[in-house]
């Protein structure tokens, strides 16, 4: 988890640096930004307001896998099973579902023979 400082010195340098790209900008407001208490105040130009917009819905988290088809909720697991109403979705989930029901334990590996078979001639070798 970052410390409130990483997250305070990330929006800094990230309003640093789209301020860079256009010094003379209109001033559009001010953003504060308190954790743990500790407050920065950092004045927002239109470009960074912008910027700023636009990164925060540009970000996908990967955890997120999107909607269930089914139910339409938003916990999808690494197989693409709702957490919500537990069954697969989309195309992966249902591919993955019908493997695993054909999928039956493999069938065990018969013993080799106590004495005879091809590598029995080569152990005295």
Do not use: K, W
Not at 75 to 85: H, I, K, S, T
Not at 111 to 120: K, L, V
């Amino acid at each position: 988890m970052p410390a409130p400082d990483d997250v305070l010195a990330a929006v800094r340098d990230f309003v640093a640096r789209v301020d860079a790209l256009d010094p003379g900008a209109p001033p559009q407001g001010e953003l504060v930004i308190g954790l743990s208490g500790v407050e920065s105040r950092l004045a927002l130009t239109v470009p960074v307001a912008r910027a700023l917009v636009e990164a925060l819905r540009a970000y996908h988290d990967p955890r997120d896998r999107g909607r269930c088809d089914h139910c339409g909720g938003g916990r999808l697991d690494d197989n693409f099973l709702c957490g919500d109403c537990g069954r697969p979705s989309g195309l992966f989930g249902q591919l993955i579902s019908e493997r695993a029901a054909r999928h039956g334990e493999e069938a065990a590996i018969p013993a080799a023979p106590a004495a005879g078979g091809r590598h029995a001639r080569d152990a005295g070798r």
